[in-house]
């Protein structure tokens, strides 16, 4: 009997653990000019952060370019329980970088560049170790980093072409206790950490047919993602700590994701030198996120501590931004932006380490520019959609809020 017991309790608890983390990949972590007009900028593409959206749009630069910022994303949850019971997130901020370069290095139709960015953004939740979400997740938190090195050619006036290689770095951190009353103790806790990388590829294509219209074209590919880390178990029950070896476990873990690849469009309108609209579509292939496969090398059957297989079955989401600059003078821009970004998450796989729902953005941002010399700013509000599910992780109600703010400063030599 408590073999059984053990067996119900343990199993399948580290997948759950490592159920990937949207990490507001929909929020504005590339550069703040981009940001304020909603991120709509593949048709736009005029500064060194272009390389994050189209890399045909460094060719527009003239000389050396270094350009970078950071974000400050402050995330806020509540859940609800099916019988009314409430639980928040506790406060946090975090603050995924960005840095480029670009030089046309004397040559009249080629620059290149290099990218340093956090493509799907930096985040997490962490919730009340004592809380209604504690058997789920108490805490959980993505980190991703590119390094994109860049090359771009101006094939005529009209366009250019451009292309580039991505290392990945991620990281994956969580933690949830552990349900031991039926072996009459108290909880224990499974803390995991784990990093991977991977490699992948970016093309784009920035069309000008007049001076008014800018077209823009990019894709980003698939990134596999190899994680290796160790999951540590510890406070295990008196009764279960036979099977363990003790009070506490540890094991390496191996496990791979694959990252989405994503199909841009984007379309800039200029009817005045000083007045820019923008639009992208953006295609996020999500579907890549269709199962979650778990190798632990310490395994103990007897207690469900085995290799396991979780299904995710995210979607394919298809994003729109709209965008709009106006120069005040030579020196002063006002921006403003909206992004419609669906949730990829079904409600199956729903769970408080990434209760993802339907975003609204809504961005404001402005520009100082004198002589060498560019600061942007932007301010987001992220109004996420309320998600109500019914699933075997973890059924009630979802309400999230982002704020965004970022700053990034540029220099032409």
């Known amino acids: 009997m408590i073999k059984r017991e053990i067996l119900l309790i343990f199993i ?124 789920v997740s108490t805490e959980s938190m993505i980190a991703t980093l590119w390094i994109n090195p860049t090359v771009a050619y101006q094939v005529t006036q009209t366009l250019s072409i451009g292309a580039g290689i991505e290392y990945m770095y991620a990281r994956n951190e969580a933690k949830r206790m552990i349900n031991q009353s039926a072996l009459g103790a108290g909880d224990g806790e499974l803390d995991l950490n784990a990093t991977g990388n991977g490699w992948g590829y970016d093309l784009g294509i920035l069309f000008k047919p007049s001076e008014k219209i800018s077209l823009g074209f990019a894709y980003r590919s698939r990134v596999k993602v190899s994680y290796s880390g160790t999951a540590h178990f510890t406070n295990i029950a008196p009764a279960a700590q036979p099977l363990f070896g003790g009070a506490s476990f540890d094991t390496p873990i191996h496990t791979d994701s694959t990252f989405p690849d994503i199909l841009s469009f984007g379309a800039a309108y200029r009817p005045s030198g000083r007045v820019t609209f923008a639009f992208d579509l953006e295609e996020v292939r999500w579907s890549s996120f269709k199962n979650i496969d778990i190798e632990l090398e310490n395994q103990v059957p007897a207690a469900g501590f085995t290799n396991s297989s979780t299904p995710l079955d995210w979607r394919n989401v298809l994003t729109i931004k709209f965008g709009a600059e106006y120069l005040l003078s030579d020196r002063f821009a006002l921006r403003g932006g909206y992004a419609y970004v669906p949730t990829p998450v079904p409600g199956q796989t729903l769970s408080p380490s990434n209760p993802d729902s339907n975003q609204n953005n809504v961005s404001i941002g402005f520009g100082y520019r004198r002589e060498k010399m560019v600061i942007d700013f932007f301010y987001m509000a992220g109004f996420y959609e309320r998600r109500t599910v019914t699933n075997t992780i973890l059924s009630g109600s979802y309400d999230n809020f982002v704020h965004y703010t970022g700053v990034s400063l540029g220099y032409r030599f």
């Open 12 to 135: 399948a608890h580290i997948a759950l653990l490592l159920l990937p983390i949207t990490s507001y990949s929909g929020g504005p972590v590339h550069g703040a000019k981009a940001a304020a007009m909603g991120n709509a900028f593949v048709g736009v593409a005029d500064d060194p952060s272009a390389m994050a959206y189209n890399p045909a749009g460094i060719t527009q630069l003239e000389g050396t370019n270094i350009y970078g910022g950071v974000t400050a994303v402050i995330p806020s949850t509540t859940y609800t329980s099916p019988t009314g019971e409430e639980e928040k997130t506790d406060f946090q901020v975090f603050y995924p970088p960005n840095l480029y370069a670009t030089s046309d290095f004397g040559m009249k139709d080629i620059s290149i560049g290099l990218g340093i960015f956090s493509p799907f953004g930096i985040g997490g939740r962490k919730w009340s170790k004592d809380g209604l979400t504690r058997y």
